[in-house]
């Protein structure tokens, strides 16, 4: 079974000040890693992925996240928060091989403060 | 471009009504999916198909059917809507695995009485 954890319900965080956002995954073999944001009454928009290579990985808006395979986490980052990037975060994993089921965190909700 | 489109945008139902949200995606993907989000509960997949003419059950299929009707198009179909259905529905799609993630329609805002 392949299942995500956002263990944060929501985010706070000062306009200009840096912004984490945590996920941790399980699942079996190489999992393929997603970061999408959603914004109120939209749907979800891709944000970045990890499929392998660099740990590090650069997205839209200037998020990143770090693959952390011992830790199994895929936390998204960001070094200056804007209020624009109020919205609802979601971290998904699917599993590498055949299947292409994409499984989602609860979502974790970004306040910036001006 | 269009992307993934869903019809209708919003639905209030009676319980037991029927109704099926249609699907769309111009993109050539593979894979469809649908989804339902509900507060507290991130997205739930309710069933997806992996490629055309396959189907599989997600995490919460019950009282759902799903139709792959060509690559376009993935329909989702309440036989005998509950209350416990009212939710927002979204459908996606993607490509092989490992390519660049899902791509989502607007939602369906459905309600049922």
């Known amino acids: 079974a392949q299942s995500v954890a956002q263990p944060e319900d929501q985010v706070n965080v000062a306009e200009g000040n840096p912004l984490t956002v945590k996920c941790t995954y399980s699942?079996?073999?190489?999992?393929?890693l997603f970061w999408y944001v959603q914004y109120p009454n939209r749907g979800l928009q891709f944000l970045l992925k990890?499929?392998?290579?660099?740990?590090l990985v650069k997205g839209s808006y200037g998020f990143e996240a770090e693959f952390n395979k011992s830790q199994t986490s895929f936390h998204l980052k960001k070094p200056s928060a804007l209020v624009s990037d109020s919205a609802l975060y979601f971290c998904?994993?699917?599993?590498?091989?055949?299947?292409?089921?994409?499984?989602f965190g609860t979502g974790t909700l970004l306040a910036v403060q001006p | 471009n269009a992307g993934v489109t869903q019809t209708p945008k919003f639905q209030v139902l009676k319980t037991g009504q029927s109704m099926t949200l249609q699907c769309a995606q111009d993109?050539?993907?593979?894979?469809m999916y649908w989804y339902r989000q509900d507060p507290g509960m991130g997205l739930r997949l309710i069933y997806y198909?992996?490629?055309?003419?396959?189907?599989d059950k997600g995490e919460v299929p019950n009282g759902y059917n799903v139709s792959r009707l060509n690559k376009r198009e993935f329909s989702l179909r309440l036989e005998s809507a509950a209350p416990s259905q009212t939710s927002v529905y979204f459908c996606?799609?993607?490509?092989?695995?490992?390519?660049?993630?899902?791509?989502f329609g607007q939602g369906t805002r459905l309600t049922v009485v």
């Open positions: 990890y499929i392998t290579g660099d740990n």
């Open positions: 198909s992996a490629s055309e003419g396959t189907t």
């Open positions: 993109m050539n993907h593979n894979s």
């Open positions: 996606a799609s993607s490509e092989a695995p490992g390519a660049r993630g899902a791509f």
């Open positions: 699942v079996s073999g190489n999992p393929y």
């Open positions: 998904a994993v699917r599993r590498s091989g055949a299947t292409n089921k994409l499984i």
